[in-house]
């Protein structure tokens, strides 16, 4: 069988054997709905914000609406998914952005994930919305705010924004091209 190096997944039942052996991706979503998940061969380690200070209010150049999350399955700690980056252009709504995060829960429940981690840096990451969404702060750290969310094989409902005629959160149909 032959994998290349990078894929691109637009069609969520066909493409979940792949999303299965794959590690390393990029959730692209757009208009509060999932776009594409582009897998790659190696992990996302540094973003640009981090090394050029750009300040808090820094969205990525590009077309406006659009969240690109980047997510890593360790080697190492192969039942856990950390999520690495999150960048949006202008204009990006809260639907879209939390488009990202539902499918990377219903990757997370394909993969048979026990927990999702994150180092959130951005202070427009509020506590209390991650809260709402089911994270937790997790080993403090003097500058880094760790957070989990568990599952340990309890995982939340996927509806909108993957589908918005999905019934059930382990059929999502075809990824929507915007």
Known sequence: MHNPLWQTITDWQSGQE????RRYGIIETSAGKLVAIHLRPWPKLLAWPEVLPVGPAYHARGQAD?????????RSCPNFLAVKYVVTTTATPYATF??????LDA????KQTDALLCDAFNQRLSNRLLKRHG???HKPQRWHRNFIKRF???YPDV????????????????????
């Open 152 to 154: 340990y094989g309890e």
């Open 66 to 74: 659009r969240c690109l999350l980047y997510y890593n399955q360790p």
């Open 107 to 110: 990757i997370a429940e394909l």
């Open 18 to 21: 792949t999303l299965l052996l």
């Open 98 to 103: 939390i488009a990202a995060f539902a499918t």
């Open 135 to 137: 994270w937790e702060p």
């Open 159 to 178: 509806k909108s924004p993957l589908s918005e005629q999905s019934n059930s959160r382990r059929s999502i149909p075809a990824l929507e091209k915007i």
